[in-house]
């Protein structure tokens, strides 16, 4: 059994020391996900397994033999951009870029997050159902993923667009 | 990285059978989030992994009324459980304080309780003694760079810290470990896991190679249904404390009936501050009473020369949290 990215079938590295993000960049060509400080500190390696944000750099392929991997390039392509690849592009969600697949990879699963009620260090009520999500609450769950660019701004304006109905932008500042 | 072998057990028996057989140099991989950092770095050169992913990831109620949590839960599922979220509340804010929401999804129960220490000397095979990584070496951060290390329960061979915030709420909920060795199972007060250095800081558990941690057991604690954990770091998210509190107290007619506390950030282990718990049990819920019981634990304190503000900071965040938590206890307010 193999590990499926972006919805095609690969076979697993026959060394077991190569990290997930080497297999995506080196093996398959994959390159927008992203090495950053391959420590787990920057979060530009972000991509998602079975939905789930995790850091590539620091997961080794052969953990994740029979998972679904997906990657920016599994998000949207050219011209078909995920609406929120749009959104960053409408809210200067970037400079550089090098953050940016990272990013989305990862907002994309924290909404997922938010819609299943799991909390934040911000959440006020365990006990609540629904979290409230203002937008500190929303930078709280983007605080794995830096951008030395400082577009965090756009990045939040991007997000907030992107979800309304799970981010009520504003609300809480 | 150096090379290694890579097996993958579905079962505890398995796990620890695979592992007997690969002795020495076998380690357990969790969710990888340290060991594969440490790996690269080499500062751990494992020659075989047995990853132990594949073991429980249930959280069950017990008979007792506390809950079972198999060993390789997720950080992020232990935080979202129902049951955590609402009779161990410091629990599941002690997870979401820690890290960032990437590592929480990847990292296990079993593997943030056996985390190594973010000491940069330890990390820095290049540029630094470390007694922890070569023991006997020496400590270049007892007379270095020392804001992040202990105030409490260092030795003169190491004065690493814990990093774990998870482990601060698992020592403070009087938690039970439960272990498959190759000698059988057997089972461990949480507090008795992580050792103090001594002269062997080498050893962060008092586990023998090959024990694995299968589960962690909580207690029924009905006080921890109001329980609080807060964290003080140099920024407001994905940095390890300076000084971490846990605390649940149960207060009646204005006295203090019951009381859990640990601290993080303060000390080579999860630190259970007894004295301060005694100071505190039949006495009244007032803030000096508070202050008291903090600075009988503190007393112990010996800071190096760039942390002696963790004494302090640690005696403010103590009364503060139990401040806290006695004030919503008179307000009538539930968790």
């Not at chain 2, 020496?138 to 190491?158: E, K, Q, T, V, Y």
Request: some cysteine.
């Amino acid at each position: 059994m193999g590990i499926t990215v972006n919805g095609t079938a690969v076979e697993l590295p026959d060394d077991p020391r190569v990290s997930l993000l080497d297999l995506l960049r080196d093996g398959l060509h994959l390159s927008g996900t992203k090495k950053g400080c391959d420590q787990g500190a920057c979060g530009a390696c972000t991509v998602l397994v079975d939905g789930q944000r995790i850091l590539s750099c620091l997961a080794l392929a052969v953990q994740y033999e029979g998972r679904s991997v997906t990657t920016i390039e599994g998000l949207g392509a050219d011209g078909a951009l995920h609406p929120l690849q749009q959104a960053f592009i409408e809210h200067d969600g970037f400079q550089c870029g090098y953050c940016t697949p990272g990013q989305i990879c990862s907002a994309v699963a924290m909404i997922e997050e938010l819609r299943r009620g799991v909390p934040s260090h911000l959440t006020v009520d365990l006990a609540a159902a629904a979290i409230p999500c203002s937008r500190d609450e929303l930078r709280e769950r983007m605080s794995g993923n830096l951008c030395r660019c400082g577009a965090h701004n756009g990045i939040m304006d991007a997000i907030a667009t992107t979800y309304p109905a799970e981010t009520h932008p504003g609300a809480a500042e | 990285m150096t090379p290694f072998t890579y097996v993958r057990a579905t079962d505890a028996q398995t796990a620890v059978r695979l592992a007997d057989s690969r002795h020495p140099g076998v380690r357990y991989l969790g969710g990888g989030t340290n060991l594969v950092d440490l790996m690269r770095e080499t500062v751990e050169r494992p020659t075989a992994l047995v990853d132990v992913t594949g073991l429980s990831n249930e959280i069950t109620e017990t008979d007792g009324g506390g809950l079972l949590i198999g060993a390789a839960v997720r950080n992020t599922a232990l935080a979202e459980h129902r049951l955590v979220r609402s009779r161990y509340p410091m629990l599941a804010r002690a997870i979401v304080a820690g890290a960032s929401p990437q590592i929480r999804n990847m990292a296990t129960v079993a593997g943030n309780i056996l985390q190594r220490t973010r000491c940069a000397y330890f990390y820095d095979q290049a540029g630094s003694r470390c007694n922890k990584r070569e023991p006997g070496q020496g400590c270049d951060a007892i007379d270095g760079f020392n804001r992040m290390h202990a105030i409490l329960g260092a030795s003169p061979s190491c004065v690493a810290t814990h990093p774990s915030d998870m482990c601060v709420a698992l020592a403070a909920l009087d938690a039970t470990v439960h272990l498959n060795t190759a000698q059988g199972e057997r089972r461990l007060p949480f507090a008795d896991l992580h050792r103090l250095p001594g002269d062997e800081p080498d050893r962060d558990t008092v586990l023998q190679p090959g024990d694995l941690i299968t589960a962690v057991e909580l207690p029924a604690l009905p006080l921890a249904a109001r329980s609080a954990y807060r964290k003080v770091r140099d920024r407001s998210s994905y940095a390890f404390a300076l000084v971490s509190v846990a605390a649940a107290l149960a207060v009646e007619n204005g006295t203090v009936t019951d009381v859990r506390l640990a601290l993080g950030g303060v000390a080579p282990k999860p630190w259970r501050p007894l004295a301060a718990e005694r100071a505190l049990r039949g006495q009244p819920a007032t803030e000096a009473v508070f202050r008291a019981a903090a600075a009988a634990e503190l007393a112990a304190a010996e800071p190096l020369r760039d942390n002696a503000f963790k004494v302090e900071l640690a005696q403010r965040t103590i009364v503060a949290v139990l401040g806290e938590l006695a004030e919503n206890g008179l307000a009538g307010g539930g968790a």
